[in-house]
């Protein structure tokens, strides 16, 4: 939510937004999903840092077994 006349985040959002250390960087981390509900994809973070969007059956190809995208109830 950028301020209009600036075009610059003002501080409370970018403090609410911001956490230190909030993800381990050795470790794979989910950033977001986003698509429809009966056809969700990922965004997560690889331990070496890159960013991959990963779509449901795909997860076969990042050698993880603990993540699953999972229709919603």
Do not use: E
């Amino acid at each position: 939510m950028a301020n209009r006349d600036s075009g610059k985040t003002p501080a409370n959002v970018a403090g609410h937004a911001t956490q230190k250390d909030a993800l381990r960087r050795n470790r794979l981390s989910l950033l977001g999903l986003f698509g429809a509900s009966n056809n969700l994809s990922a965004m997560v973070r690889m331990p070496s840092g890159r960013t991959q969007v990963v779509t449901r059956g795909s997860c076969g190809c990042l050698a993880v077994r603990s993540l699953r995208l999972m229709p919603t109830v």
